[in-house]
């Protein structure tokens, strides 16, 4: 199953409703207009809250897939203990940021045999019975935050939870889930309506004298600052929010970055530079155990630049030596 997890809300956004209808705040935004996802009204928009939801997510994930396991042996009639010896349960996830720059999850759940990826998954392991389990396991879990001034905070995912079941071969090999594995789907696939990030930084603050400089949008800016003043917080040290103010509270990286390069000798060395530092951060997240954040998808454009199809043109076989593999 494919299956999209969101955050509550925090306060009404600017948004293009389905039904057509005009926004709340009596337009009709364009598609492209930046206005979408940020707050009808900054002043009551909870950011204390929704930075602290960003900073628990990932706590919130691991208790639902505790859940899940959970769900799902019930509606197998096992206990946990004995779930074990007829199915494995796996997963899979990468995050993505909301415009209102709340993270949300995709995730990819399985059930195996036993053996895992190996082996079958028994008869009664049906995609309604994996669903139902995923929705019952995501309505019931929840984490305890902090209190803050007399407010106790409770990090629940929001209503909208999407489930489908993947129809393609693309997780039909048996090999083990992976965040790229994910990650290629959804880039395959690309999900319809899928939000793209708020703007973030791609590099923690330092100070935050820093904040007024950015080119971001204030919604942003005051995602950022409420991160960076919690952040200051003894009693939420174990957060790290300044730190991670740059992602809007949560811990994760990005792999990719969303920039543009001009097909230039030197824009290909900067880009092979910048793929080997993606890299090795890849390999030192991974040891601190944060979460792979999908890139901003942009559409870039058809066909190829002048320069592209130079380029494109230089690298064509030699004559004679058509048909021989070449990495186009
Ligand atoms: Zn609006």
């Not at 990468?94 to 190996?118: M, T, W």
């Amino acid at each position: 199953m494919f299956a999209t997890f969101t955050a509550p809300s925090f306060g009404p956004v600017h948004n293009r409703p389905s039904s057509g209808r005009t926004c709340r705040c009596g337009v009709q935004h364009d598609q492209e207009d930046d206005v979408l996802g940020t707050p009808l009204d900054p002043d009551t928009y909870d950011y204390e809250a929704a930075v602290l939801w960003n900073a628990h997510a990932g706590a919130l994930w691991r208790r639902f897939s505790v859940y899940l396991r959970r769900e799902v042996a019930k509606r197998a009639g096992l206990s946990q203990r004995r779930f074990r010896d007829h199915a494995r349960v796996s997963f899979a996830k990468v995050a993505e940021y909301q415009k209102r720059g709340a993270v949300h999850f995709h995730a990819v759940i399985r059930i195996d045999g036993p053996g895992g990826g190996d082996t079958p998954p028994p008869p009664w392991a049906t995609a309604e019975l994996l669903t139902d389990a995923i929705r019952a396991a995501a309505r019931k879990v929840r984490v305890e935050g902090p209190t803050l001034d007399g407010r106790a905070h409770t990090f629940t995912f929001g209503r909208q939870l999407d489930v489908r079941t993947i129809r393609s071969a693309d997780f039909n090999d048996g090999q083990e889930l992976t965040e790229r594995a994910v990650a290629a789907y959804i880039a395959k696939y690309a999900t319809k309506g899928a939000e793209t990030a708020t703007g973030t930084l791609d590099r923690p603050l330092k100070f935050a004298a820093e904040l007024a400089q950015l080119d971001i949008s204030d919604h942003a800016r005051r995602l950022i600052r409420t991160a960076w003043t919690l952040g200051a917080r003894k009693d939420l040290e174990h957060l790290r929010l300044r730190a991670w103010a740059h992602m809007l509270g949560f811990r994760g990286h990005f792999s990719t970055k969303s920039r543009r390069y001009s097909t230039t000798l030197g824009a290909l060395r900067d880009a092979r530079a910048e793929w080997r530092r993606a890299q090795a951060t890849a390999a030192n997240d991974r040891a601190t155990d944060t979460t792979y954040v999908l890139a901003h998808w942009v559409f870039a454009g058809t066909g190829l630049s002048p320069t592209e199809a130079w380029l494109s043109a230089s690298l064509e076989p030699a004559p004679g030596t058509e048909g021989e593999p070449t990495n186009g």
